[in-house]
């Protein structure tokens, strides 16, 4: 890492707990390749104390901040401003310094477009299976209408967190795509045609790795491609039963990995090249052990 010295820019993740996140590999992977005098730093922030921490950092004259669970909904309140998108999806992760305080935006979601680019993963009228209906499911959920996919199914344990989402993005989206449905009827799931299924429920998380949210074979012979938000293991249940049904199965780091680097864009206004990101993203995979 270059030295630090008086001129040193400072980024930052908030959130708890913040001691596992990859995120200060992906950042000051990036400002050494650059030659960019910033340091990017986890600060872990207690319940009750998010406000203070975002108007510290901003007193403190913090170049932009990252945040995460459980703060990306809340700290919308201690905004100046808000992109658009982040403002409809309601959940921001990236701060980014203005001259009156900080503006909102959320890359989760284009970072994990961009991923799925980069695996020539195609979005745009296709048929799609969410499963989950959480904070990162509904993030998908806008992602996919957006992109243009034709059926979005949104399969999840409790339907009626499933129906809030699906009505939330096709009425804010003007569409009539997201069709949600409980987990246990995945059985009726229309048609002949394979899908594509993204993977946005906890389920199969370190350290619970043999678990996935449906195990019956006959729902992944229905999948042609698996896409897992979950990158710890980074070849998980869901992953392991999409590859034995005879499909392509992905996990979640490069989501990791360009939602940051969109959050290092909008903080530096520029342009990551493909080259550097996939410098990080070997060392984001070295961090982790992964070795494919
Ligand atoms: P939430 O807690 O908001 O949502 C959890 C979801 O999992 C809900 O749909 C919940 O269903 C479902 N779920 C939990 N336990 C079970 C169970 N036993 N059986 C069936 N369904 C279950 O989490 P997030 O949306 O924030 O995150 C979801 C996953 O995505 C996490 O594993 C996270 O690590 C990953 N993620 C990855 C990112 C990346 O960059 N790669 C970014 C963001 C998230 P119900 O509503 O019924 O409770």
Not at 42 to 71: C, D, H, I, S, W
Not at 120 to 133: C, F, K, S, T
Not at 155 to 182: F, Y
Request: hydrophobic fraction near 40%; include cysteine; charge should be negative.
């Amino acid at each position: 890492m270059r030295q630090i010295d008086g001129y040193t820019k400072t980024c930052g993740l908030i959130g708890n707990p913040v001691e596992h996140t990859m995120s200060p590999v992906i950042h000051n992977t990036l400002a050494q390749r650059e030659g960019r005098n910033l340091v990017y730093v986890p600060l872990r922030v207690e319940k009750g104390g998010l406000k203070a921490a975002v108007e510290g950092a901003y007193a403190l004259n913090m170049f932009g901040l990252n945040v995460t669970v459980p703060y990306k909904s809340e700290v919308i309140d201690s905004l100046t401003g808000i992109d658009e998108m982040a403002q409809k999806i309601g959940a921001v992760n990236t701060l980014v310094r203005t001259e009156t305080g900080f503006r909102g935006y959320n890359t989760d979601m284009m970072g994990l477009y961009r991923a799925m680019c980069s695996e020539n993963i195609v979005i745009e009228g296709e048929d799609i299976i969410i499963l989950g209906a959480g904070g990162a499911a509904r993030a998908v959920a806008y992602m996919c209408a957006i992109k243009g996919a034709g059926s979005v199914y949104l399969l999840n344990r409790t339907l009626h967190k499933a129906e809030l989402v699906a009505s939330e993005v096709n009425q804010v989206l003007g569409v009539d795509i997201i069709k949600p449905m409980k987990i246990a009827d995945y059985d009726k799931l229309p048609g002949e045609k394979k899908y594509l299924a993204i993977q946005a429920t906890s389920v199969g998380l370190y350290p619970d790795v043999e678990d996935a949210v449906i195990t019956d074979k006959d729902f992944y012979e229905k999948i042609h491609t698996g896409f897992d938000l979950i990158y710890k293991p980074a070849n998980t249940k869901f992953m392991m039963l999409v590859k034995e049904a005879g499909g392509q199965a992905f996990h979640g780091l490069k989501m990791l990995l360009y939602q940051g680097v969109i959050a290092y864009e909008l903080w530096n206004n520029i342009t990551v090249e493909e080259e550097d990101a996939l410098l990080v993203y070997g060392k984001m995979k070295e961090a982790m052990g992964i070795e494919e």
